[in-house]
C-alpha cells in the first residue's frame, strides 16, 4: 500500500501563494493516479486537483482554475500544488489522495493546514 506524506502547508495572506508537496512510498508511482482534496471547517472534503498517471492530463475545481496547478514528477515520486493568488475560502486542510490504476484501491495522507488570512 502507498504511503503518502504532505508537506507545504502555512499561514499566508491573501493574494499570496503556497506549494504544496505529497511525497509517495512503497509503490511503483506511475501506476496511480494523483489528486489534491480540501476540507474546511464544517464542510465536506471536496475535489480540487488531479492528475493523470502519465502526468499529460489534469482537472480542476472551478474555484480554483486558473490560480492552482497540479504536477507530478515520477522520478521524486511526488505530486504538487501550486497555489497562487490564494483566497481566504482557499483555507483548509489539504490532502493528497492516490488511486491505483491495478486494483482501484485508495490511500490518503494525513493533510496539511492551509490559512489564508491578512
Known amino acids: 500500500q502507498v504511503q503518502l506524506v504532505e508537506s507545504g502547508g502555512g499561514l499566508v495572506q491573501p493574494g499570496g501563494s503556497l506549494r504544496l508537496s505529497c511525497a509517495a512510498s512503497g509503490v511503483t508511482f506511475d501506476n496511480y493516479f494523483m489528486s489534491w482534496y480540501r476540507q474546511a471547517p464544517g464542510k465536506e472534503r471536496e475535489l480540487v486537483a488531479a492528475?493523470?498517471?502519465?502526468?499529460?492530463?489534469?482537472n480542476y475545481a472551478d474555484s480554483v482554475q486558473g490560480r492552482f496547478t497540479i504536477s507530478r514528477d515520477s522520478a521524486k515520486r511526488t505530486v504538487a500544488l501550486q497555489m497562487n493568488s490564494l483566497k481566504p475560502e482557499d483555507t483548509a486542510v489539504y490532502y493528497c489522495?492516490?488511486?491505483?490504476?491495478?486494483?482501484?484501491?485508495?490511500?490518503w495522507g494525513q493533510g496539511t493546514q492551509v490559512t489564508v488570512s491578512s
Open positions: 489522495k492516490a488511486r491505483s490504476l491495478e486494483s482501484g484501491t485508495t490511500s
Open positions: 492528475i493523470t498517471s502519465s502526468g499529460i492530463a489534469a
